[in-house]
């Protein structure tokens, strides 16, 4: 199946900072998600993004599929940014598995 | 409002003691998914439906069973819990399923489960 990893594995950064996520897989994937955990547990969607670049707000996300990685931007970055960040992809082929990545734990101090 | 909801939110028990977690969705999706959380492993796909009666495993369903008989409804099921199965459990549900996942998939709360 495919492996999916993330960098960096925990980053820490001030308000107002920027900052860049990646997402590696291992194989072709025909599509990829973001999720983000916020400090209480929950999971929130962020992109559907197999291919290109989406924005959204403060957060825009590329994925190069080619190449295998996605990038997911957060700029401005403020407290409520904080939690953990999971990339997500199909288990192999087209198939309704999902595989998450380790994810990226990001802390963003006032 | 449109949610997932699974109870109990936290249980502590004892190995070897059936349980269910439930999971209900208001949304009318198709698909359901049953994740764990582990500390250093991320998430992990348990067992997820396509539909009523239509199930399938993920990439760790050892130890678990699940059942899909109304829409709505996806429990998750320990019939002998042990240890290594004390985790945080996420159930979340989608219009459809990952071969149409341009639809976002809703997440419950979580189930921290510890089995002693």
């Known amino acids: 199946g495919i492996q999916v990893e993330q960098s960096p594995p925990d980053l820490i950064l001030q308000e107002g900072a920027n900052s860049t996520l990646r997402c590696n897989f291992s194989?072709?994937?025909?599509?990829l998600q973001w999720f983000h955990q916020n400090p209480w547990g929950q999971l929130i969607n962020l992109f559907y993004?197999?291919?290109g670049t989406k924005q959204n707000g403060r957060l825009s996300a590329t994925t190069v599929a080619t190449e295998r990685y996605s990038l997911l931007y957060i700029s401005s970055s403020q407290t409520t940014d904080s939690g953990v960040y999971f990339c997500?992809?199909?288990?192999?082929?087209?198939?309704?598995?999902?595989?998450f990545g380790t994810g990226t734990l990001l802390a963003v101090q006032p | 409002e449109a949610q997932v909801t699974q109870n109990p939110r936290y249980l502590i028990t004892v190995t070897g003691k059936k349980l269910t977690v439930t999971c209900s969705q208001n949304?009318?999706?198709?698909?359901m998914s049953w994740y764990r959380q582990d500390p250093g492993l991320g998430l992990r796909q348990i067992y997820y439906?396509?539909?009523?009666?239509?199930?399938d495993k993920g990439d760790v369903p050892e130890g678990y069973k699940v059942s899909r008989k109304e829409k709505r409804n996806f429990p998750l099921i320990l019939e002998s819990p042990s240890p290594n199965q004390t985790s945080l459990y996420f159930c979340?549900?989608?219009?459809?399923?990952?071969?149409?996942?341009?639809?976002?998939?809703?997440f419950g709360d979580g189930t921290r489960l510890s089995i002693l």
């Open positions: 949304m009318n999706h198709e698909y």
């Open positions: 997500a992809a199909p288990y192999g082929g087209a198939t309704n598995k999902l595989i």
């Open positions: 993004i197999p291919s």
């Open positions: 979340a549900s989608s219009f459809k399923g990952w071969a149409y996942s341009n639809q976002p998939q809703h």
């Open positions: 439906s396509m539909n009523v009666e239509v199930t």
């Open positions: 194989d072709s994937v025909n599509n």
